[in-house]
């Protein structure tokens, strides 16, 4: 690996140590980064949940102009307002969302939620 001097500016670096660099990181392999346990759709989920039960869930917040309110913020999807869960397995059982005069469409991944048994 390349290393500097604190003193040193990365404007200092020559073109070869630069390339040299790049390199290095390009060749390193991906198995060295740290990968998340969870990859909910851009933390809107807390790291625990189903990634699937996530992915339907904020797809149906987008597809409905985001107006659910308390969704999407980062908490488990079992708190979000109009959503239980099964205590057991905290997959999605029922989602209660007339009362909130919802316009848009059905996301395909709603389909996703494999414990869902009322809408």
Do not use: H, I, K
Not at 20 to 28: D, E, G, K, N, P
Not at 30 to 52: F, H, I, M, V
Not at 73 to 79: D, E, I, P
């Amino acid at each position: 690996f390349y290393t500097m001097a604190s003193s040193c500016s990365a404007s200092a670096m020559s073109q070869t140590a630069r390339v040299l660099l790049v390199l290095t990181l390009l060749a390193s392999p991906a198995t060295a980064l740290p990968s998340p346990t969870n990859s909910t759709p851009n933390g809107r989920c807390d790291p625990r949940d189903n990634e699937d039960d996530c992915t339907g869930l904020c797809d149906l917040y987008l597809a409905t102009g985001s107006t659910l309110q308390g969704w999407a913020n980062g908490s488990s999807l079992c708190g979000w307002p109009g959503v239980a869960c099964d205590s057991t397995s905290q997959r999605v059982t029922y989602l209660w969302l007339s009362y909130n005069s919802l316009s848009g469409t059905v996301p395909d991944s709603l389909g996703s939620l494999a414990a869902l048994q009322s809408l």
